[in-house]
């Protein structure tokens, strides 16, 4: 949740940046670091330590799962005043030092209180559906392959049951938080092979984005009927619930930050 309590600062004798940055989820753990495994937040710093001494990890808008994807993710990371790479040479400076599986989009510095994880009004995602008889390479570790067919009317009136403020215990996987989220946004959106689901909201749970969709794909798949997709948010039993959908189908499309862009 935002907290508007604070103005979060960077350390004393330091310089807060914000960088966009994309990823390609195959090559990672997810962004959190982790032991023996490669991390986008290991990565990232690892390029920093070519251009400076910071002692500071960078921070990121969301903490994505293994495998999936980023397209434009919200970054800051505190270096020291002296900090010598002019701001508009950063992104290329430090993509010099990382591999082709990620890249710093761009570089600012960051607005006065900005923090990339706790000032973040919302976050948005897109799941992407390749529906085609067979397989294409080209989309392969990019999007779900469905060959059946779909019906997104049906998909959209059970996701219009979801949005809102709601307990979504049961699209949740061992989550030991609080379960009440607000979802702001959850369509279906169809097309000539690629189909994209659109979700939006503050913050979500362990696993909800892709427990969404695996059960919206069981409403168009007509294995499920979309006026049950209620009883299932009211049940809190994730037994109830279609499975979670693999996380190569997952992107993490963008963030806002109210009066901060």
Request: one cysteine or more.
């Amino acid at each position: 949740m935002t907290d508007t309590r604070r103005s979060y600062v960077p350390p004393a004798g330091h310089i807060r940046l914000r960088l966009t940055v994309g990823w390609d989820g195959a090559a990672y753990a997810g962004w959190q670091s982790q032991a023996s495994v490669p991390s986008v937040q290991d990565t990232l710093q690892g390029a920093f330590q070519h251009l400076t001494s910071a002692e500071f990890r960078p921070v990121a808008a969301g903490r994505t799962d293994a495998g999936v994807h980023a397209e434009a993710m919200p970054v800051h990371m505190d270096v020291p005043q002296g900090f010598g790479v002019p701001l508009p040479r950063l992104a290329r400076a430090l993509n010099a030092h990382l591999p082709p599986t990620l890249a710093v989009l761009d570089a600012a510095q960051a607005p006065p209180g900005f923090h990339a994880r706790f000032s973040c009004a919302e976050r948005r995602y897109v799941y992407r559906v390749l529906r085609t008889p067979h397989r294409h390479p080209l989309w392969e570790g990019r999007a779900l392959h469905v060959r059946g067919e779909l019906d997104a009317e049906a998909m959209n009136a059970a996701a219009a049951s979801l949005t809102g403020t709601h307990d979504f215990a049961a699209f949740a996987t061992q989550e030991d938080r609080q379960t009440v989220r607000e979802l702001r946004g959850l369509s279906v959106v169809p097309g000539s092979s690629v189909w994209e689901i659109h979700v939006a909201g503050q913050s979500f749970l362990r696993h909800m984005v892709r427990g969404l969709v695996g059960t919206l794909l069981l409403v168009g798949a007509g294995k499920l009927e979309a006026d049950a997709v209620a009883a299932i948010l009211a049940s809190r039993q994730r037994a109830q619930a279609g499975a979670n959908v693999p996380a190569h189908g997952l992107y993490f499309t963008g963030a806002s930050y109210g009066g901060q862009g």
